[in-house]
């Protein structure tokens, strides 16, 4: 049971999109580094595995993109991934300058554990909203990325 | 123009609510981050002024809650914006160890050249959405937030 005295929005920012975002955020990720405790992996290390996952890999670039991280972020979570042989480096057969992050059957097998405790904590997160309203959040969510100036991004 | 080809959010994130949320969070603050430069706030910063500005101000205590942020971090920011006589912390009459953050005049001057900055940059990032479609994604995310477990707030 909640305390209806206590509101975790302030009624001063009730409509504040970017304090709401962040503290959203905040949250989430929290919880899910919680969740994910007993793997080993980070909110952050769960995503790149996650695109790592896709197809036959992800550009290193793209990742940058992706999680909208530094560049040197980025060869850290890749570094602590293949430490622990969840991916590997390949060389893009098309383009010798571009390396691949591409999951090994290591990193299938974490992922495979990983993602129901993910999944299980933004359903607690978020349960109080229908599949409709999560569709809805998610796809406001998708508008507004898309249509935000890419330097922000 | 968006180039149709590269789409922002990653098909295999596309229902991810812990990304899209870190992602659009991370977005928001830098856009607004970049709206403030001329004031010299940061987004954490024009933030709690908001706060400091209800009432008679906000007990200290409350920021850390409303903030998401470790009380170390907050002392810092009330730190940098009594610094600049934006704020003021003052001792609660009804309880001694209350401490007040409120807002003074030169603050709420800032505030008042801050606001139109940072809802402009919001509104440019969600100008894709309708006002409907924002309060209904303000009223998602309060709903997540007023549901999470509060160790995670």
Known sequence: MSSPALS?????????LGFLLARASATALRATNDALR????RSRHYVLLKLA????????RRVVDDLGLDPSAVVVLVDDLERRDLVERVQDPGDRRTRI???TSAGRRLLRQARPLADTTMDT??????AEQRQELAALLGEM???ADPKYH
Do not use: K
């Not at 997160?125 to 229908?130: F, I, K, M, S, Y």
């Open 101 to 103: 992050i591409a999951i």
């Open 125 to 130: 997160l978020l349960r109080h909203l229908g």
């Open 53 to 60: 996952a896709e197809g036959d890999g992800v550009p290193q």
């Open 8 to 16: 975790v929005v302030p009624a001063a920012l009730a409509d504040d």
């Open 38 to 41: 007993d793997t080993g992996l």
């Open 145 to 147: 990325l898309e249509a």
